[in-house]
């Protein structure tokens, strides 16, 4: 061969290997090294440094960044959902920027191809803008609808941070092997990695890693891995981050001219959607129940292809039309009998779910093998 | 071991070799060895590379000059700009057409309500495959079509030197790509202010700004645009150096950028989209939101970095050691 | 074939500029991929101020020996000299046409000359416009120099592309086939303007299938056959290795064998209407009239010597492709 072949070709080579290494840096490196950046931590300590660090000015500090999440359920082909659509969120990966200044200061921005929608939350006012149809929604939300959501979580006010932890932990431990993680890395910060394995044989989860920021102790991702597979099969997180409050712009909206101008007050509506559905809700836990419990819990539930097609929320104009996406569904579904009947079985990498001939749904995170046997619970 | 040590030895030691070798070179001749030990020689270098100094300081623009004239005289090339620059001029006037009907949403209504916009969306149509046709076409031409027509032995032999000309080739491609992105901007420009109302400008992300500023982000949307097709030239030069048929590297070239679209169509290959270089080229839009999304910026002139490193150093290693027998 | 030689000019290695060989190589070894090997351990030499005639058949590596050495082909194994200089600062002093001229279609005359002009790192901007001119001039194309190359002339395209090798000050013409596809006129103008730039010192390796053209226009030569070099050296040295004979016609041919036989001439050799002998280091004159003298009626009497064919037919034994 000719003089400096190798040494010429050893160029693009070498070119390639950096740019390898500068994309796979992060996750490569932060396997690697393998070495503590944070002190250690017990599950306990940690999530009462958590509670402790976010009760302290009664939320979280003021932040922005990019918030990604990616799904490989192993889905059956979705037909065409567009981009808004939320099942388009089942699979692949999506974007949204957050600029958060306070409780009542929000700015979430998801961007596509030459497109934007925004949500602008800033006091008591809220505006919707989404830039393909031109049109910026002010939304009122009711003074009285926020409090009746808030969530059931323990209020920081009523215990120790010691205590929430202890009472958190307490529930987790029977089903859930709990342990931390300080090594891991999210958005270019040091986390811990809280990390909740399920004990329960039959369960598809094999673990669920949560990260908190060393520093602030906020929640930067989350992680839901299947068995037998070395990607997490559901993740959302932060790619970007930065604990700086983001310029006061971001919280102000004032509709561009040409715009179409729309309110909504959406408290209203809201609640009463939800009385109407909770009703419903009411309606088919009563008809439900649950097999098994912690994570190999299976929800049965009375179920016919007719009611779904039909109940499928209506007024959904963008993508894809229920009843083709339930059709799509089922045609990747296996036919499967047993002593306890027959049906269609529905498998993802997350979620198994059975559709009984004899009219039952049976759902959960576990394999094919409990589900079965659930079906035979009478 | 240098041939010159080697003739040394062979005059000290008086190499038998060396006697056959004379003996089978010249039989029945006169002897013309004397000669071979006296004078000083040299390794090849087939890099042909001019060392730094040994030209005139401006030898090189001299080169680029050249090669520049070449490309902005050639017919060819001439005709690629205006029609990339008449395609701005067909979008406005279908925009105006569709607009007046009262029916529209999103960039149409944008285009309609701001001349500035006009520029965005023809950008956002022509960089899918116009654009990086009429880059492809100077790049993937570069090296073979010299080659083809045999110049390139020429060029090479006055000395242009392999690795000079490559990179004058690769600056002439650049500055073509610059000059395709200027032409399609002051068309939609020109057509935007000529069809619609001139004003402060509305973001994808609903905020309005002024026309001035709107300026700044068409200049940062060329820089931006310009290096992405900067970029496929690295790939066009690269595939331009396998060849002596211009028309396969630039088709080649071509059906690379096709085959990303494809593949980024396909929901199922969304972990490696990130790394297709068509998928950078429309992120172009960051300009237009607020703030500036100057992430997605820096990631994309990263990645088109990325390219020209990689896809430059395969042209260079191939070229500067390929043998030129066109 | 009869042609009477020249006695070759300057004796080797005399009354040339120093400075060494303009081209050494040693072992020169081109071996295409896919096996061909194209040059076969070529030991050149061409000393400066020569005009070095590269003869061979087509097809036997002269070319690829061109291209070598202008940097165009690595060699695969061996070394090469070029004026004494590494290759960069070698090439500027290097006027080359090799396989026939190459140009850009779409441009003048002037504007292809200044083209390769602005190619060569050494050239000055400054002086091109005059140097194109000159060079225009001298290979007489001053009056086609605004038009296209496109509308050339094989002849003109041939004579651009050696305007191209004039460009600058050379001191090394590689000149590969310069006459092919010229008619016999633009064979001429090229012939002569090859001693012309001989005659300024310049030294002119130039390579050709034709033995005529080499034995015309050079003082040294060498001989290509299937990538080896078959010889090299001088016109005449080449030749020296092959006796000059004198030929006899007569009606009488066994008389006049008889005679040259008495006067001493080896290998004497009746024909059909004429005698061959040795020349050895008979005056022709003297055996003319030794032959009138013994009454042989001779009706003409030639000294051939040898010719390059026959070098080459003596050295390969196999004819040589002169239509090419």
Redesign the interface.
């Known amino acids: 061969m000719r003089r400096g072949t190798f040494v010429r070709w050893g160029v693009p080579i070498a070119a390639a290997a950096v740019i390898g290494g500068a994309i796979g840096a992060g996750p490569v490196i932060a396997a690697v090294s393998g070495e503590p950046v944070l002190p250690e931590r017990s599950a306990q300590q940690l999530l009462a440094d958590a509670v402790a660090a976010n009760s302290k000015d009664g939320g979280l500090p003021p932040m922005s960044g990019t918030v990604q999440q990616t799904a490989s359920l192993g889905l059956p082909a979705l037909p065409q959902a567009g981009e808004a659509s939320p099942l388009s969120l089942l699979s692949g990966s999506h974007e949204v920027k957050v600029w958060y200044g306070a409780a009542d200061k929000l700015r979430v921005a998801m961007p596509t191809q030459l497109n934007e929608t925004n949500l602008i939350v800033n006091g008591g006012q809220a505006w919707y803008w989404d830039s393909s149809t031109n049109t910026a929604t002010k939304l009122t939300i009711k003074a009285g609808a926020r409090k009746e959501h808030e969530l059931p979580t323990p209020r920081p006010t009523d215990l120790t941070p010691q205590q929430v932890a202890e009472r958190l932990l307490a529930n987790v431990d029977q089903h859930t092997a709990v342990r931390v993680i300080n090594t891991a890395e999210v958005a270019g910060r040091p986390v811990y990695q809280l990390v909740l394995a399920p004990k329960a044989e039959g369960s598809l989860v094999q673990e669920i890693r949560i990260a908190l920021d060393g520093e602030t102790y906020v929640p930067l991702q989350v992680q839901v891995y299947a068995k037998g597979s070395a990607e997490p099969a559901f993740q959302v997180g932060f790619t970007q981050v930065t604990f700086t409050p983001p310029a006061a712009e971001n919280f102000t909206f004032t509709p561009p001219a040409g715009a179409k101008v729309e309110e909504q007050t959406i408290g209203a509506d809201f609640a009463e959607n939800e009385e109407q559905r909770a009703e419903h809700a009411k309606d088919v836990a009563g008809q439900a129940k649950v097999v098994g419990e912690g994570w190999a819990a299976v929800a049965v539930v009375p179920f016919s292809l007719e009611n779904l097609k039909t109940e499928a929320p209506a007024g959904q104009e963008r993508g894809a039309d229920p009843g083709a996406l339930v059709d799509s569904v089922l045609k990747s579904a296996t036919p499967v009998s047993g002593t306890w009947g027959s049906g269609k079985l529905i498998r993802t990498k997350l979620v198994t779910a059975l559709l009984t001939d004899d009219g039952r749904l049976l759902v959960g995170a576990v394999t094919p093998e409990e589900i079965t046997k659930a079906a035979g619970v009478k | 071991m240098s041939t010159a040590e080697k003739a040394d030895t062979r005059a000290a030691t008086g190499d038998p070799e060396a006697g056959t070798d004379a003996a089978r070179r010249t039989p029945g001749l006169v002897p013309v060895a004397e000669t071979m030990r006296t004078t000083e020689r040299h390794p090849p270098e087939p890099s042909g590379a001019v060392p730094a100094g040994a030209g005139r300081p401006w030898a090189f623009w001299r080169l680029l000059g050249s090669e520049l004239g070449l490309t902005f005289r050639r017919p060819r090339n001439l005709v690629m700009l205006a029609v990339l620059g008449a395609v701005p001029v067909i979008i406005g006037i279908a925009l105006r057409v569709v607009a007046s009907d009262g029916q529209m949403g999103g960039m149409i209504q944008d285009v309609a309500g701001n001349s500035l916009m006009l520029t965005f969306v023809s950008f956002s149509f022509l960089v899918l495959l116009l654009m990086p046709v009429a880059v492809s076409v100077v790049a993937g031409d570069s090296i073979a079509g010299e080659a083809g027509a045999g110049t390139l032995r020429y060029l090479l032999a006055a000395p242009a030197g392999r690795t000079r000309l490559l990179l004058v080739k690769y600056l002439n491609a650049v500055v073509f790509a610059y000059a395709v992105t200027a032409v399609v901007a002051l068309s939609a420009l020109l057509t935007g202010l000529i069809l619609f109302p001139a004003g402060p400008v509305t973001l994808l992300s609903g905020t309005t700004v002024s026309v001035a500023d709107g300026l700044l982000r068409i200049l940062i949307t060329v820089g931006y645009v310009g290096a992405a097709m900067a970029a496929l030239a690295a790939i066009a030069l690269a595939l331009s150096t396998f060849t002596e048929v211009s028309i396969g590297a630039i088709a080649a070239t071509l059906v690379l950028v096709i085959v990303c679209q494809v593949l980024r169509a396909i929901p199922e290959l969304g972990s490696i989209t990130p790394y297709l270089l068509p998928t950078r080229f429309t992120n172009f839009d960051a300009v237009l939101r607020s703030p500036i999304d100057t992430g997605a910026l820096r990631e994309g002139l990263l990645a088109f970095g990325a390219y020209i490193v990689l896809f430059g150093s395969i042209a260079w290693a191939r070229f500067s050691g390929k043998d030129i027998t066109s | 074939m009869t042609a009477v030689m020249q006695e070759a000019g300057a004796p ?2 005399a009354a040339l500029p120093s400075g ?2 303009a081209i ?1 190589t ?1 072992g020169l070894t081109k071996r ?1 991929r896919g096996g061909q090997v194209a040059v076969d351990a070529l ?1 050149l ?1 061409v ?1 400066r101020g020569s005009v070095f005639g590269f003869l061979g058949p087509n097809g036997s590596g002269k070319t690829t020996t061109i ?2 050495l ?7 194994s061996g ?3 070029v004026l ?6 070698a ?2 002093r ?1 006027g ?1 046409l ?3 001229p ?6 003048s005359g002037t504007a292809n000359l ?12 400054g002086t091109a416009g005059r140097r194109i001119a000159e060079a225009l001039e001298r290979v007489g194309l001053s009056a086609a120099a605004g038009k296209r190359y496109r509308n050339y002339s094989l002849g003109m395209r041939q004579r651009l592309a050696i305007a ?1 090798a004039l460009l600058g000050p050379r001191e090394l013409l590689i000149l590969d086939e310069p006459t092919n596809g010229l008619d016999p006129q633009g064979t001429r103008e090229v012939r002569a303007l090859v001693k012309e730039i001989a005659a300024d010192g310049t030294t002119v390796f130039v390579s050709s299938h034709l033995l005529a053209e080499v034995e015309q226009m050079c003082t040294h030569a060498a001989i290509m056959r299937a990538g080896r ?6 016109i005449a ?2 030749s ?2 092959l006796v000059a004979r004198v030929r006899v016609e007569t009606p009488d041919a066994a008389d006049a064998a008889r005679v040259l036989g008495t006067l001493g001439l080896a290998d004497v050799r009746p024909g059909d209407g004429d005698v061959t002998a040795e020349l050895g280091g008979h005056a022709p004159e003297r055996i003319n009239a030794a032959l009138v003298g013994e009454g042989v009626a001779v009706r003409g009497l030639a000294v051939v010597r040898p010719s390059l064919e026959d070098v080459f037919v003596g ?1 390969t034994g196999e004819g040589f492709d002169v239509d090419g």
């Open positions: 080797f290695g060494g060989p050494v040693e295409f030991d030499t000393p291209r070598m202008l940097g165009l082909v690595a060699p695969t070394e090469y000299s004494g200089l590494p290759q960069a600062q090439l500027p290097v080359a090799v396989e026939g190459a140009f850009y279609p779409y441009l200044a083209r390769f002009d602005a190619a060569d790192p050494t050239a000055a901007r191209a070099l078959v010889a090299q050296g001088t040295s080449l020296a290795g050295l």
